[in-house]
């Protein structure tokens, strides 16, 4: 069971996040002061493990590893809590093995783990509790601390340390997840709007069956492939109430003009997938550009899984760079899923003396960005 090198990036410096000044440790270091961590993420149909390292000699955050694998169902299918979670059983332990063979190639001269860190919610329960359970196991075996991750969290500080973006309105859109939010005062995470249905993700997955696209590599890159082909606009709902978004209606629109124009040929699914993309986009754009103005901000972060989508960056970084900001975007080697992002908000939590008890690992399928005190 071999994987390609899945840590490739230079380290990247704390010192551009104007985060506190980090304590005195008061959790196991190596012989260099160092904090090293491993994270593990498995709230959806993804699973990962990342190993990531705190030198506190150069101050920087070092990915030294991130294998990840993705259950895919078939053609028109979506992925079921109960086999993505069989999914994620069968792959953990190659995948604790992968990532630690990669970030210490010496073996078991310089194995070193600070603490274990897992996403703890939000996502789909049955997948999640099947991470928790390898979390917990590994917590006991190397007797070191857990830290419980939110995963909204996990992407958010995982886009701040890899683009250097210090105070950014965030834009984090995924597959169960839509939201505008830029860090409050209270030391949290403020949701200036969100979906008030169903999320970006999966109003593009939902609609890539309807049209028989693949769902490899993800349904999200295949519509992002055709609408590049694509050549007519149809006029699509646009739904913005307030600072909010709704995706479920435009969902129906797009079913029944595929079901009624699709097969007579008036469009292709180019054009479906073109229009499709062009309206929703537009609609984050919309509210971002809103939250920037009230926060008086000049930085966007785009983070989660539909954030990789070189579209969405392009409108997106017209509409800032109109404001005279700048746009910080990733990749989709830290947009989707990961295990190195639980990994760096777990190692700024645990900076901070954070770590969760074994009585308190239980996940939660609900569990809002809101409601995490973020002390770093």
């Keep these: ?6 840590a490739t990036d230079s380290p990247c410096s704390a010192l551009n996040l104007d985060n506190l000044p980090i304590p005195p440790p008061t959790h196991k270091v190596n012989s260099r002061g160092e904090t090293i961590v491993l994270g593990i993420e498995g709230s959806a149909n993804k699973i990962g493990v990342g190993v990531l ?3 506190p000699k150069t101050q920087t ?5 991130n294998p990840r694998k993705t259950f895919i169902p078939p053609i028109g299918q979506g992925f079921l809590p109960r086999e993505t979670a069989l999914h994620h059983q069968n792959h953990v332990v190659p995948l604790v093995k992968a990532a630690i063979n990669e970030a210490f190639p010496e073996g078991d001269v310089g194995f070193f783990l ?10 789909m329960g049955a997948p999640l509790q099947s991470c928790a359970v390898a979390a917990r196991m590994l917590s ?3 007797n070191i601390p857990l830290v419980g991750v939110n995963h909204c969290v996990g992407h958010i500080e995982m886009g701040r340390v890899a683009t250097g973006a210090s105070n950014p309105v965030v834009l984090y859109v995924s597959g169960g997840n839509t939201q505008v939010l830029a860090y409050s005062s209270q030391q949290k995470y403020c949701i200036f709007g969100e979906t008030i249905d169903i999320a970006i993700g999966n109003c593009l997955d939902r609609f890539a069956r309807v049209i028989g696209l693949s769902n490899d590599p993800s349904p999200g890159y295949n519509i992002e ?22 995706f479920s209606g435009i969902l129906t629109y797009m079913e029944q003009e595929a079901k009624t124009k699709l097969k007579d040929g008036q469009v292709t699914k180019a054009d479906l997938c073109f229009s499709l993309q062009e309206t929703i ?25 539909v954030g990789c989508n070189r579209r969405l960056q392009e409108m997106m970084a017209d509409m800032v760079q109109a404001r005279g900001g700048t746009l910080c975007a990733m990749d989709h080697r830290y947009c989707i899923d990961n295990g190195a992002m639980i990994a760096q908000a777990g190692i700024l939590a645990l900076q901070f003396g954070v770590t969760t008890n074994l009585k308190d690992t239980q996940c939660t399928q609900r569990f809002r960005t809101d409601q995490v005190t973020t002390v770093w």
């Excluded at 986009?281 to 899984?305: D, K, P, W, Y």
């Design 61 to 65: 955050y070092h990915i030294l590893s």
């Design 1 to 6: 069971w071999t994987m390609a090198s899945t």
């Design 53 to 55: 390292r705190y030198s």
């Design 225 to 246: 492939q055709e609408a590049k082909k694509g050549d007519k606009f149809l006029n699509v709902p646009y739904t913005v109430k307030g600072m909010d978004v709704s």
């Design 281 to 305: 986009f537009a609609m984050l754009v919309e509210i971002t550009e809103r939250a920037m103005a009230h926060c008086g901000n000049t930085q966007v972060l785009i983070v989660g899984g």
């Design 114 to 123: 600070s603490a274990i860190c897992f996403t703890q919610g939000p996502g």
């Design 140 to 142: 006991l075996i190397w």
